[in-house]
């Protein structure tokens, strides 16, 4: 038997048994049913009494997720077992559905972080680069999950810009972006193809206020926000403010080997 665990965005397209306070039968028995995603109602769950085969395509009662009763996920042995496909015909009424193992969803880094009833989406914070060379701040942006961007030294996620910036210029809704669960950050944080290309190249030191160790602009253009009259002359360290604390905590930025 699987121990009882939580049952959110993790068992979506996974067979779940629910302990239901006042379930629509006299019977016993748990709830037995397939977690999906309704694109309206967002997280939810369709099946009936466990010892109801005819739930499994004409499911008897529909449960809206996350709800606070005792849950496990079945294992694949256990719902084969038990007689259930790996996925129910009713399934094609609600359209395509998000992939079933996301390397985002069972990301510590990640976990809490998502919209309870939509298992794929959390909120960024995006930018249009450093304050001080675009004078905008930052904003937190809804953004829904769709891949991961591999090759990275640290996990890279791809998602779809759902909310539309205020005040930034440089992202739009709609667009697709790449973020990153970062190391102090109480958010996960937008990055750009040019940053990530320059930052394994870099030692960021952690804000001494909430240890973020990232930066928002490539810091090789921060060291020419800084010093525009150098070029390639610039000083290989130099000091940041803290995105997230801004001033007056400040990062040691300095280039590997230099």
């Known amino acids: 038997?699987?121990?009882?665990?939580?049952?959110?965005?993790?068992a979506l397209l996974r067979w779940v048994e629910l302990q239901l306070p006042e379930p629509p039968w006299t019977e016993a028995e748990p709830f037995v049913g397939f977690v999906y995603?309704?694109?309206q109602a967002g997280l939810s769950a369709k099946g009936g009494r466990t010892g109801d085969q005819t739930h499994i395509e004409r499911p008897a009662l529909t449960v809206r997720?996350?709800?606070?009763v005792p849950g496990r996920v079945?294992?694949?042995?256990?719902?084969?077992?038990?007689g259930l496909?790996?996925?129910?015909?009713?399934?094609?009424?609600?359209g395509p559905q998000p992939p079933a193992?996301?390397?985002?969803?069972v990301d510590p880094h990640l976990r809490g972080k998502f919209h309870p009833q939509y298992p794929d989406d959390l909120q960024v914070l995006v930018h249009d680069g450093e304050p001080r060379r675009t004078g905008k701040r930052t904003e937190l942006c809804w953004v829904r999950v769709t891949g991961e961007d591999r090759g990275h030294a640290t996990p890279v996620?791809?998602?779809?810009?759902?909310?539309?910036?205020?005040?930034?210029?440089?992202?739009?809704?709609?667009?697709r972006l790449r973020f990153i669960a970062a190391t102090g950050c109480r958010y996960p944080l937008y990055v750009t193809e040019a940053y990530l290309d320059e930052r394994a190249g870099w030692d960021i030191g952690a804000c001494p206020s909430c240890g973020l160790?990232?930066?928002l602009d490539p810091p090789s253009v921060m060291a020419a926000t800084r010093f525009p009259d150098l070029g390639e002359a610039a000083p290989v360290t130099f000091t940041a403010h803290c995105a997230q604390c801004g001033p007056p905590h400040a990062q040691v930025v300095q280039r590997r080997g230099g």
């Open 1 to 10: 038997m699987t121990k009882p665990t939580s049952v959110d965005g993790a």
């Open 37 to 39: 995603l309704d694109p």
């Open 65 to 68: 997720l996350p709800i606070g």
């Open 74 to 82: 079945l294992g694949e042995e256990e719902a084969l077992t038990r």
């Open 85 to 94: 496909p790996t996925t129910p015909a009713w399934l094609s009424f609600y």
């Open 101 to 105: 193992h996301g390397p985002w969803r």
């Open 157 to 175: 996620y791809v998602g779809e810009l759902l909310s539309q910036p205020h005040a930034l210029v440089t992202v739009k809704a709609g667009e």
């Open 213 to 215: 160790t990232e930066t």
